[in-house]
């Protein structure tokens, strides 16, 4: 079966401190992935996504996320972060073969300390 | 971008009446829409693929009785919940995209059930 481990239901960086959020997947056919961000009460807004090719990708505000086949992990990254990066992301996986239905991981809720 | 609009973004209704709630596709026509559901501090649970032109799948466990679904054009998908109960109150988000390509979100409707 399809699923999404992002292991760490919180975390707290401080503002300009480094952040890397975790993205384990397991899944039957070629995958292509997504990170997305929600802040309370709102809807999702995509933060960058691989389908395939380079293996780094760039997203918006500055975050970048590296696809690992060998390691099924496709984690978000961002080199310094923002007070109002503070947020939950949700890591999401889909397939063609599966009608292109996303699955979500649990979601990360990143808290930012000044 | 793309823009995915979602109506009404917040219901208080009585325990036993019908809601229905609107996901339109504001830019682009999609003939696939899906349904999700937030419960509180967790992640996005697939609900049902919402398919133009034809019925909607649901996923397991979902109930089709309960949550109508209708994709009667390529901008419009809405779903009723039906006689509703306070167990239905939870947060609910469409998502329009084409194929593979990123599922652009509504920001979601929040329905409680007094």
């Known amino acids: 079966a399809q699923s999404v481990t992002q292991p760490d239901i919180h975390i707290t960086v401080s503002e300009g401190a480094s952040l890397e959020l975790r993205c384990n997947y397991s899944y039957g056919a070629t995958p292509y992935l997504f990170w997305y961000v929600q802040s309370p009460g709102q809807g999702l807004q995509l933060l960058l996504k691989y389908f395939s090719g380079d293996t780094l990708v760039q997203g918006i505000k500055g975050f970048e996320a590296e696809f690992k086949r060998s390691q099924s992990s496709f984690n978000l990254r961002k080199p310094s972060v923002h007070w109002s990066d503070a947020a939950e992301y949700f890591c999401a996986v889909g397939a063609v073969e599966y009608g292109n239905k996303l699955v979500f991981g649990a979601g990360t809720i990143l808290r930012v300390k000044s | 971008g793309a823009v995915v609009s979602q109506h009404p973004s917040w219901v208080i209704c009585k325990s036993g009446t019908s809601v229905k709630i609107e996901c339109r596709s504001l830019d682009f026509q999609a003939t696939t829409m899906f349904w999700y559901r937030q419960f509180p501090k967790q992640s996005l649970m697939l609900m049902a693929t919402?398919?133009?032109?034809?019925?909607?799948?649901?996923e397991q466990g979902v109930e089709k009785d309960k949550f109508l679904i209708n994709h009667a054009s390529l901008t419009l998908s809405t779903l009723t919940v039906t006689s509703a109960h306070p167990e239905d109150s939870s947060f609910y988000i469409c998502s329009a995209g084409e194929g593979n390509q990123p599922q652009h979100f509504g920001d979601g409707t929040r329905l409680s059930i007094l």
């Open positions: 919402s398919n133009e032109g034809s019925k909607a799948t649901y």
